[in-house]
């Protein structure tokens, strides 16, 4: 009998401060993750080989990747649990737009560990999948926790932030891809900034927080736009919104993602925008 589907959710990054290249080839980091009520659906059943199959409005532009981050996370999950490669029928439902600063492909590979652990009959922690999920990519831990988080070093290190307000927003992808390789070159193209962690608000109020927030920054968000001019399009249209707060872009892109006071004024805002504009992916969420 499958499984009832899980949701992977998408992530977004709050603030995401960048440093430059070190000795072994990455950046390190600082940001205040936070996880969207939207997102991919992943839903497994028994079969006699390990397969994924995917479809869903984004489905089409995951066709002929044979090796993805779900079945690389589900095969590092046999080989630390000492057993054959399963046999587990997976179904992604792709919902949210590919290569988006969503973590999409993190929180798939997240979802996907606690199915198959369930559906094994391990007895395995959500701390011993996230090491599991750390093989497939510096987003893994975070994304299989799923809850709100200052993340460090690589995006690896995590101290769970349970004080952060839930965050009405609307997030906002422009219909171009944003592929992080490219965007983190175009960073260091120019001057590094560094990985500073903020001191955090003086309170966890909603109105503190949105005003915090505003003083921080995303140092993905120039080489991105340079790329990929859709972004700031889109980063003017959130910003034209009545009754936003602070509007940013999430991870690398493309996703942009706008904060209301209240989630009537980000589900109004978002019925506006999908009226006038048609060309973009429009979700109201809230973000905790």
Known sequence: MAAAPALAPAKVN????VGPLDADGYHPLVSLVAFADVGDRISVAPSDRLSLTVTGPFGAGLEGEGDNLV??????????????????AFTLDKRLPIAAGLGGG???????????????????????????AATVG??????????????????????FEPRLPPLPAVLINPGVPSPTGAVYRGYDAV????????????????PTVL??????????QPPALSLQPAIARALDAA???????LVRMSGSGATVFALFDTPAA??????HLSEQRSGLWVYPTVLS
């Open 266 to 271: 980000a589900q109004a805002a978002a019925k």
């Open 106 to 132: 993190s929180s798939d590979a997240g979802a996907a560990l606690k199915l198959a652990r369930d559906a094994l009959g391990l007895s395995m922690s959500d701390e011993a999948l996230a090491d599991v």
């Open 211 to 220: 005003n915090w927030l505003s003083a921080q920054r995303n140092d993905l």
């Open 138 to 159: 510096a987003d893994g831990p975070m994304c299989l926790h799923a809850r709100a988080a200052w993340a460090e070093g690589r995006g690896d290190l995590l101290t």
């Open 191 to 206: 001057p590094p900034a560094l990985a500073d962690r903020p001191a955090p608000p003086a309170d966890w109020s909603l």
């Open 239 to 245: 910003a034209d919104l009545s009754g936003v707060r």
């Open 71 to 88: 079945l690389r996370a589900v095969r590092a999950l046999a080989t630390a649990a000492g057993l054959p490669e399963p046999g587990l």
């Open 14 to 17: 709050l603030f995401l401060h």
